[in-house]
């Protein structure tokens, strides 16, 4: 019993000195990490980027960072460097595997970086989700859409599928159909389209808005009006328009028209 006593009792010292050492490591270059990273979020350097870079930088430089300390702990606590690489090249192939999605996501986050297909702050639509882009990490890229919902898309999936950025020009166009009875004043009717079109304080003057008949469909003489107006103020228009026309319509005495079907019966 001395002798095992002997022999485990200076093995329990050094790894508990080592296991100490590495804790102090850990929570100190755990300060100094979070310390970095907000430092590349919101200091002064971080002020001279883009925030899309910003953001992408401090993620990468984290994760990187941590990566750094793991392998300093595990070299600390005695375990041979050799034996690590040898364990992680004999389940390279289960590991390439597991991590095939994660590679994807990160090239797709470099490939974002470079082309800048969409910023911090822009309002864009991909994957089925629409919503305003909240962060760009290594990995994913976070939306929170219009009703307040926050959707998580993997960077790959972004860069395999179309974006449509709905802020990068700064403006945008308002595409309204109304449809009104067959027998209207095909003039009478794009007159009034084209004025409360017009009136209205957010829609830009250049370009001009447009109004025509565009279908004769079955049961109404459908027109396009087309506003400009600032891609902020879309919604605003949008709705402000529409209702405005179809108040002022109803004024005229000019119909508004609901999907009907004549039936006509034949007698034997």
Not at 11 to 38: N, T
């Amino acid at each position: 019993m001395e002798k095992f006593l002997n022999w485990i009792i200076p093995i329990l010292q050094d790894v508990g000195l080592k296991l100490l050492i590495s804790i102090a490591i850990f929570i100190v270059c755990r300060l100094i990490i979070r310390a970095v990273v907000k430092a590349l979020r919101t200091g002064k350097a971080a002020q001279k980027m883009e925030p899309t870079v910003a953001h992408f930088l401090a993620n990468f430089v984290n994760i990187v960072l941590y990566i750094i300390l793991a392998v300093t702990i595990i070299a600390i606590m005695g375990v041979p460097m050799a034996s690590v690489i040898a364990a992680i090249a004999s389940a390279g192939v289960a590991i390439g595997l597991a991590l095939q999605g994660a590679l994807s996501n990160f090239a797709g986050g470099i490939m974002i970086l470079l082309f800048h297909p969409f910023r911090v702050g822009d309002f864009i639509e991909v994957d089925g989700f629409s919503g305003t882009v909240d962060d760009i990490d290594v990995f994913y890229t976070f939306l929170k859409t219009p009703d307040n919902k926050a959707v998580t898309v993997p960077n790959g999936s972004i860069m395999s599928n179309s974006v449509v950025n709905y802020s990068v020009n700064g403006t945008r166009r308002v595409d309204l159909t109304i449809g009104v009875a067959y027998g209207s004043d095909i003039d009478r009717v794009k007159a009034i389209l084209l004025e409360e079109g017009s009136k209205h304080e957010l829609v830009l003057k250049d370009p001009e808005p447009f109004c025509r008949l565009s279908v004769q469909g079955d049961s109404s003489l459908d027109f396009v009006l087309r506003l400009w107006t600032e891609t902020a103020n879309y919604w605003q228009v949008n709705f402000d328009v529409l209702e405005a026309i179809h108040k002022r319509l109803e004024a005229e005495g000019i119909e508004i028209p609901y999907p009907q079907m004549d039936v006509h019966v034949k007698k034997d």
